[in-house]
């Protein structure tokens, strides 16, 4: 399958090559899941045969990333704040709003200093971001240097293994699941934390 998507994207021209890998960091942001990373990784790949080279590639990935990411912002920070408190939408509690808020308060921007390292994760980190109204300089300049350096990262795997890149594929899943497991069990941990005051704070 990889080998198909490599023989199509290469026959293509550099324009186009860019532009593809733009829409795929940027849809990853925006409608998860997407293989946008292993996308960047042929991407690399295309850059060691020739038809594209290194700094576009980067760029034009790392512009998608930036702007998938800060369309969630933007619309976590239009998000009627009543409604979202009102409980009205059924996957968002009033309670879960407040606790993100104080949590990002804390946390926030190194979480999105970070956030590319965290997939399964982005799409969630960058809207409530927005809801929290984190400052959007800072926002976008951190979370463009994650993006950069996320990037590169996946840029220069495509570049080592060129053709063999089932197996970085074969790496991100589990690297993929490795994250979601410890993100899992962190949350995990902080509900039962939670609730185990709040039942011992009932009984006192």
């Known amino acids: ?44 790949s295309l850059i060691a045969t020739g038809p594209i080279h290194f700094v576009p590639t980067l760029i034009f990935t790392t512009i998608g990333s930036i702007l998938g990411f800060m369309t969630l912002y933007f619309i976590g920070s239009q998000l009627d704040k009543k409604v ?8 968002i509690t009033a309670e879960s709003v407040a606790k993100a808020e104080n949590w990002f ?19 969630v980190i960058s809207f409530f971001a927005g809801l929290s109204e984190l400052k959007v300089l800072k926002t976008i300049v951190l979370a463009t240097l994650s ?12 570049i080592i293994f060129g053709d063999n890149i089932d197996q970085v ?32 704070k009932s009984t006192s």
């Open 105 to 123: 308060a804390k946390y926030g921007y190194t979480i999105i200093a970070i956030n590319r390292f965290l997939p399964g994760t982005r799409s």
């Open 84 to 91: 979202v408190r009102a409980g009205k939408i059924k996957f």
């Open 147 to 158: 993006a950069a350096f996320w990037n590169t990262i996946m840029i220069y795997l495509g």
């Open 1 to 44: 399958m990889i080998e198909n998507i490599l023989n199509h994207i290469s026959d293509l021209s550099p324009i186009l090559i860019y532009l593809i890998l733009f829409l795929f960091s940027y849809v990853e942001n925006v409608f998860p899941p997407s293989p946008s990373d292993l996308v960047v990784v042929i991407g690399g």
């Open 169 to 200: 594929d074969l790496y991100l899943s589990r690297y993929e699941k490795i994250v979601l497991i410890i993100t899992g069990v962190v949350v995990l941990f902080f509900v039962i934390r939670y609730f185990f005051f709040k039942k011992k």
